[in-house]
C-alpha cells in the first residue's frame, strides 16, 4: 500500500511523498493502485480526475483530504483576461486547447430528459460565484430579454413568458476551430478588465 500526497506546491515531477508532494490529484490517480490511498493537502485543483485503475474487492483506492484541509476541485478555469465592448458587452476569448478533448461550449444539450430543443450548451458561466444564463443568440444577449412568449410544452398554446432579474446576466458563445469567444453582460455584477 501506497500513500500520495497531493498540495498546491507540489511537483508531478516529484515522487508524492508528503516531504515530496505531487501537484495534481489526477497526476496522482495515474499511479495509484489497489490498496493506494491518495492524500490531498489543502486548495482548491482545477482539473479533471480520471484515475488509471480501479480497486479490488477489500483493495479499493482511497481518496481523501488531509486531515484538517479544506479540498475543492473544480472543473472550471479562472478567465483572467476580459474586454469592454460597447453597451455593457463583455467579451473573453479562450484558446480551444484549454477543452481539451471536449468543448462544453460547442456540445450541445440533447436527450429524452429534454423536454424541447432550445439550442443551449453545456457550457456554463460564473462571475463572482453566480451562474449566468446562457442567451438564445447573440441578439438577445444584446436585448437582454428573452421571449415574452412561449409554447408550453404539452398543450403547445402561447403563453405569456415574464423575465426575472436574474435572467438579465447572460451569456453567449461563439465556437470555432481555435478559439471560444463568450460574450457576456451582467446587470447587477460588477465586472472589471486586467
Known amino acids: 500500500m501506497t500513500i500520495f500526497h497531493v498540495a498546491k506546491n507540489g511537483s508531478d515531477q516529484n515522487d508524492g511523498q508528503k516531504s515530496s508532494p505531487l501537484l495534481t490529484i489526477n497526476h496522482a490517480a495515474q499511479l495509484a493502485g489497489p490498496g493506494d490511498s491518495v492524500i490531498v493537502h489543502e486548495g482548491t485543483y482545477r482539473e479533471r480526475v480520471n484515475p488509471a485503475r480501479g480497486g479490488r474487492l477489500g483493495e479499493m483506492v482511497a481518496y481523501q483530504a488531509a486531515t484538517g484541509d479544506h479540498v475543492t476541485i473544480k472543473g472550471s478555469e479562472v478567465v483572467d483576461h476580459i474586454d469592454k465592448m460597447e453597451n455593457g458587452i463583455w467579451r473573453m476569448v479562450i484558446d480551444n486547447h484549454v477543452f481539451g478533448n471536449f468543448n462544453p461550449f460547442a456540445f450541445s444539450l440533447k436527450g429524452d430528459w429534454l423536454e424541447q430543443s432550445n439550442g443551449r450548451h453545456a457550457g456554463a458561466v460564473y462571475v463572482n460565484g453566480k451562474a449566468l444564463f446562457e442567451a438564445a443568440d447573440y441578439n438577445e444577449l444584446v436585448m437582454g430579454t428573452g421571449p415574452t412568449k412561449t409554447r408550453e410544452y404539452i398543450t403547445?398554446?402561447?403563453?405569456?413568458?415574464?423575465?426575472?432579474?436574474?435572467?438579465?446576466?447572460?451569456?453567449?458563445?461563439?465556437?470555432?476551430?481555435?478559439?471560444?469567444?463568450?460574450?457576456?453582460?451582467?446587470?447587477?455584477?460588477?465586472?472589471?478588465?486586467?
Not at 398554446?157 to 458563445?173: F, G, N
Open 156 to 194: 403547445q398554446k402561447l403563453v405569456h413568458r415574464t423575465t426575472t432579474r436574474e435572467e438579465e446576466d447572460k451569456w453567449y458563445a461563439k465556437v470555432n476551430d481555435n478559439q471560444t469567444i463568450i460574450y457576456l453582460i451582467s446587470m447587477g455584477l460588477t465586472l472589471t478588465t486586467n
